[in-house]
């Protein structure tokens, strides 16, 4: 594959750790900005400074139980950040020589979220209606409307694609998989919303990327194409499967006669918790010839054992932003 001159504009928020850079911070193709994209001189600046081709949207806030505890951040990030990005970049695209704009692409990374909860055997495909129940996934269906709407008005060449569950190395602690794993680490409780029955598709992170990388490459500008992993499981099954793998990569010490399944505890459901998520994949499948590559069990065990070795990331990352807690329990009532 052809090499990339990259700008990485990152915020960096509680959930960043820079030391996550630092193999490729040395790279001469490779520049970091700190900043926010909702800093429109600082975005005009990387635009004129860069000249880029193609603008990989993914930025946002992203975790919907902080949404609930403070839904006016992700508005802020998710919203007005979109608009931002996508004002500089239409400055910037219209600039263009005609044979430079053939190659210019706006690449919005979003997620399954936008579409609300599916029931039955039915799956998501990108002609689904959008009905979202959190205040971030309301905040990423509007990112895609407005990304759409740059690209009927103002003729951007965009591409949006909706992801499924991402889970691997490097995620912050508080998602689901990495917020197990180590809970079970320390031999906390491993709490469970409600009955633990809602349904989630599951894509390994480096089969994502290799779909980011074919849709920003080989995308239709004004397509969207949804990506998922063909992988449902429900929230107990995999809670479930992490303790299994625990205890057989790092027996539970110090407990009694307990093992981690005895950690698990059910606690009062999430409010507005969708059910099921589950994406129709065939569009990228069969337009762009991607396919998921790792099966669930085997990405699961690759995490667990990824976080079993890197227990000081993981330390360093939580440091003064995130203790374990449960969050999203305010019902929107936050700072």
């Known amino acids: 594959m052809t090499s990339f001159e990259v700008v ?3 915020k960096i928020s509680y959930a960043s750790n820079i030391e996550t850079l630092k193999d490729i911070d040395s790279l001469d193709r490779y520049h970091f900005i700190h900043g926010d994209i909702c800093d429109r001189k600082l975005v005009e600046s990387i635009f004129r400074q860069y000249t880029p081709n193609i603008v990989m949207h993914l930025a946002a806030e992203s975790h919907v139980d902080r949404s609930i505890d403070d839904p006016i951040n992700f508005l ?6 979109t608009m931002s990005l996508l004002e ?4 910037f695209y219209h600039k263009l020589q005609q044979d430079e704009k053939k190659d210019f692409i706006f690449h919005h990374i979003s997620t399954d979220e936008v579409y609300g ?3 039955g055997s039915e799956l998501f495909t990108e002609e689904h209606p959008y009905n979202p129940s959190s205040p971030y996934a309301a905040s990423k269906a509007s990112s895609d409307h407005l990304v759409r709407a ?3 008005t103002f003729h951007l060449p965009v591409v949006v694609t909706n992801c499924s569950n991402n889970y691997g190395p490097y995620q912050f602690p508080e998602k689901l998989i990495p917020l197990m794993i180590l809970n079970a680490l320390n031999g906390r409780e491993l709490p469970i919303y409600g009955s633990g029955d809602q349904i989630r598709d599951w894509l ?10 074919l849709a920003a490459l080989e995308g239709k500008p004004g397509e969207t194409y949804n990506i998922g992993g063909n992988e449902e499981r429900s929230n107990i099954e995999v809670v479930t499967k992490i303790c299994f793998l625990m205890q057989d990569l790092k027996p539970l010490q110090n407990q009694g006669n307990k093992n981690y399944l005895d950690l698990i505890t059910h606690v009062s459901d999430r409010p507005g918790h969708d059910i099921r998520y589950a994406i129709n994949p065939n569009k990228i499948i069969n337009e762009l010839n991607w396919k998921p590559r790792t099966n ?8 667990v054992r990824w976080y079993l070795s890197n227990v000081d990331w993981c330390k360093k990352t939580l440091t003064n932003s995130y203790n374990f ?3 999203g329990s305010n019902y929107g009532v936050g700072s």
């Open 150 to 152: 740059w690209h009927k």
């Open 204 to 213: 390994f992170v480096d089969d994502h990327v290799d779909a980011l990388i």
């Open 325 to 327: 807690e449960r969050l």
């Open 296 to 303: 669930f069990d085997v990405g699961l065990r690759k995490t």
């Open 76 to 81: 802020s990030s998710n919203i007005f950040g």
């Open 8 to 10: 990485n504009l990152d």
């Open 88 to 91: 500089e970049a239409k400055i």
């Open 117 to 119: 909860s599916i029931s």
